[in-house]
């Protein structure tokens, strides 16, 4: 068969893998399937300053159209693969069939629904693709009501936005604290109490039961008998990992598309990069799913070294960054419920960092409006320094002279 990559999914991570082949040299033919409409763009901006209306959506697009077309990269967007053969090729819903020597899965992740009543109302909205965010941006208007389900990173993004645009705002959250999973208590206070001091009503320990309105959501209704009036409803309660096309043929899959350090699956010649991945990181001796854009940029290009016979493992400390208001959180490193929490600065001001250690070693740190505490904790946890507590407490004693 002659050289072909036919890459599922067009978004940051089958993007950047068809980028990077070409830049690698790849002289074969590069198709890139994907069922948005739009060329391979980067989410983030779309809780922030895409929403916010203040960046244009070409400023989305990880290159410009041209820049394919230059390199012969063929974009076929608005379909659909059904199935994947590998060695073989890549199966559309249209019938098309397409020839393939290498398949890369980059199918990302879908949003998670909610299975309540009402849930298919008008006005009740989820955000991961820039059709979410057009289907109700120009509804976040001064006075109208605003509930999100779901008090993570994008829900709270959403908040800090919608807020700013003069929306009255509910964060609707089932667990006891807002970033519940993802960070440690005194992060979560931190950013009830910025949300509440900017007029967001931030509700915990809350499940909501269903969505009321004749056509329209007009009411969120919650199993302790509340109710919120509501114009209009986001839902950002996490993704599933798209993974059907994998399980289909016969891959390894668990918690994501298994995959080694680089990028290969259980079949040879097929790879999987980004959000549908399962993959090892030998940094931090364990396996994970991530959903970033530093992973599905750098497994983007860890794949495209496979393919050319370059083949690099990928270990990286994970990181992560939200913005809202005036705060630039930065995230480096994966944190558990049962890590010693330091607290680096008051976290009564709006820069400060919380320091994650395990056994005395450092694993990962929230620098709030410090960036340079999120530089030099990236080199700290992956040399695995063991800071002593009191140095590290001291926001005056610059992480990287522990
Ligand atoms: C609102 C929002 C804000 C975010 N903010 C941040 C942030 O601040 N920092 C950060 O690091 N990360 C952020 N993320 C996460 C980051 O955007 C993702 O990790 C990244 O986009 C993953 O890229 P991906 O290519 O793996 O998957 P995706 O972006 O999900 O792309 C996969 C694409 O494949 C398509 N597809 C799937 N199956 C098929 C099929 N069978 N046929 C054709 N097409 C298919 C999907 O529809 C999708 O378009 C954010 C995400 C969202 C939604």
Known sequence: MTNSVVIVGAGEAGGQTAISLRQGGYDGTITVIGDEPYIPYERPALSKQFLAGELDMERLYLR??????????????????????????????????????????????????LPVDGADLSGVHFLRTIDDVLAFRDRLKPNTKLAIVGG?????????????????????????????????????????????????????????SGFEGDTTVKQVVCTDGS??????????????????????????????????????????TVYAVGDCTNHPNDLLGRRLRLESVQNALSQGKTAANAILGKAEPYAEIPWFWSDQYDIKLQMVGINDPDDQVIVRGDSNSRSFSVCYLRDGVLVAVNALNRPKDFIHAKKAIAAKVTPDSQRLADPEVPIKSL
């Open 152 to 208: 993570g990173y994008i829900g709270l993004e959403v908040a800090a936005v919608a807020t700013k645009l003069g929306c009255a705002v509910t964060v609707l959250e089932m667990t006891n604290r807002v970033l519940n999973r993802v960070a440690a208590p005194v992060v979560s206070d931190f950013y009830t109490r910025v949300h509440r001091e900017a007029g967001v009503d931030i509700r915990t320990d809350v499940t909501v």
């Open 227 to 268: 109710r919120i009036d509501t114009d209009v409803v986001i839902i950002g309660i996490g993704i599933i990992p798209n993974v059907e096309l994998a399980e289909a043929a016969g891959l390894a899959v668990e918690n994501g598309i298994t995959v080694d350090a680089m990028t290969r699956t259980s079949a040879e």
């Open 64 to 113: 410009a159209e041209a820049f394919y077309d230059e390199r012969d990269i063929a974009l076929k967007l608005d379909g659909w693969v059904d199935a994947i053969t590998p060695g073989q090729s890549v199966a559309m819903s249209d019938g098309e069939v397409e020839p393939a020597a290498s398949i890369v899965l980059a199918t990302g992740g879908r949003v998670r629904p």
